[in-house]
């Protein structure tokens, strides 16, 4: 996958404790170590927004909705 590059600013204590990420091998780079703490930040705040509009749903709405014909579709089912 393509890259581009970026820059940024990180306060002296930040980079302090990456650079020993680094020296202990936790990650090969200073941009490996940032690209890999953003992904995982971005996967957990799409998982919590998945959540918050799962949560909006009305549970009964859903399952009216989910069971809507479903008894007409049930006659046609093979019985086994």
């Known amino acids: 996958m393509p ?4 820059a940024i600013t990180l306060d002296d204590n ?8 680094i020296e202990a091998r936790v990650f090969p780079s200073r941009s490996r170590a940032i690209e890999d703490a953003l992904r995982e930040k971005l996967e957990r705040l799409r998982k919590t927004r998945l959540a918050t509009e799962c949560a909006k ?5 859903e399952k ?3 069971e809507e014909g ?5 006659a046609a089912w093979p019985e086994y």
């Open 64 to 66: 009216a909705l989910a």
């Open 14 to 21: 930040t980079v302090a404790t990456l650079d020993r990420l």
């Open 57 to 61: 749903l009305d549970p009964t709405s």
């Open 70 to 74: 479903i008894t007409q579709d049930a």
């Open 3 to 6: 890259k581009s590059k970026i």
